[in-house]
């Protein structure tokens, strides 16, 4: 079956400009997942989605980032006034069930990725 | 907070060493462990999960993670590794955080075998 889908695959964007980017996960899996990986960094979560609410945003930096999740299925990562420092591999998961309703970790299916690069 | 180190970034092997890649995790509570594998130019996809039961766990190709508590510790292994297992190698851990269950990941290990 279809994996998780990202699009695009490359972003290069001028500092300043906003940024969306796109994830499809598999369908019905209710749980996804929005990572970003720098380099020797790992990944570092973002945000998490149960359906269309977002019990867990503790990880986006800084208000410049915001994401949603519409129909319990696609969702956008909104990067507004780009800096360099958002330049970074922004990685989408998801899984059939959420953390938080399962209480326990089920495994995540990435996405390729959206590589953005911020000039 | 819950945190994940893997104590080696970058490891160079040649074909039928074997291998073994650290994983520490600082939370005392119960845990879900997992080891996840990226290929070149391919997705991250999973490479074994420890949930409960017995601490040896195996996954596909050949690899195996042991669960030692008392140590924190969450190690992958690979008796004779191959070439086609050069990739970047991450442990992560689900635990309960502040606001719920969280999974956390290591910054990854790259390895590299030499054929």
């Known amino acids: 079956g279809a994996g998780v889908s990202q699009s695009p695959s490359n972003k290069v964007t001028e500092k300043g400009k906003d940024v969306e980017l796109r994830c499809d996960p598999i369908?019905?899996?209710?749980?996804l997942y929005w990572y970003r990986q720098s380099l020797g960094q790992g990944l570092e979560f973002l945000i998490y989605?149960?359906?269309?609410?977002?019990?867990?945003k503790s990880g986006l930096p800084s208000d410049r980032f915001s994401a949603e999740r519409t129909g319990g299925s696609v969702s956008t990562l909104t990067i507004q006034r780009t800096q360099q420092e958002d330049s970074a591999v922004y990685l989408c998961?998801?899984?059939?069930?959420?953390?938080?309703?399962?209480?326990?970790?089920?495994?995540?299916?990435f996405g390729p990725g959206t590589r953005l690069t911020v000039t | 907070a819950q945190s994940v180190s893997q104590h080696n970034h970058h490891v160079i092997l040649s074909e039928a060493a074997s291998l073994e890649l650290g994983c520490n995790y600082s939370?005392?509570?119960?845990?879900?462990l997992f080891w996840y594998v990226q290929y070149p130019g391919q997705h991250l996809q999973l490479l074994l999960k420890?949930?409960?039961?017995?601490?040896l766990v195996k996954g596909i190709k050949g690899f195996e993670a042991e669960f030692i508590k008392s140590k924190f510790s969450f190690n992958l292994r690979k008796p004779s590794v191959q070439w086609s297992d050069t990739a970047e190698y991450f442990c992560?851990?689900?635990?309960?955080?502040?606001?719920?269950?969280?999974?956390?990941f290591g910054a990854g290990t790259r390895l590299f075998v030499k054929a």
């Open positions: 998961a998801s899984s059939p069930r959420g953390i938080r309703l399962a209480g326990r970790g089920y495994e995540q299916y």
């Open positions: 369908s019905g899996h209710t749980a």
């Open positions: 989605f149960q359906g269309n609410s977002a019990p867990d």
């Open positions: 939370y005392g509570g119960t845990v879900n």
């Open positions: 420890y949930f409960s039961g017995d601490p």
């Open positions: 992560a851990v689900n635990a309960r955080d502040t606001g719920g269950f969280k999974t956390i």
